[in-house]
């Protein structure tokens, strides 16, 4: 199977869950550090220690910020 290096690939949509904090999530950011814009994030849940959130992802990393 090929494909065409120079064609943008199709954003496709994941859903991330995330454990481990000590408390609630405040603020949720995805920073595209090559466009240098903020891209949209749903958050699904918020809980003491829990995130869930949908993000489209490409083929170039997209960074997850999150303040406590």
Same mark, same amino acid.
């Given at each position: 199977m090929t494909y065409d290096v120079t064609k943008p690939i /199709?954003?496709?949509r994941y859903r991330l869950t995330?454990?481990?904090f000590g408390t609630t999530p405040k603020r949720i950011r995805f920073y595209d550090p090559l466009t240098?814009? /903020?891209v949209a994030v749903k958050v699904t849940r918020r809980e003491s220690g829990k995130l869930v959130v949908e993000v489209s992802v490409t083929d170039y990393p997209r960074l997850l910020e999150v303040w406590l």
């Open positions: /199709t954003e496709e995330i454990v481990g240098d814009k /903020t």
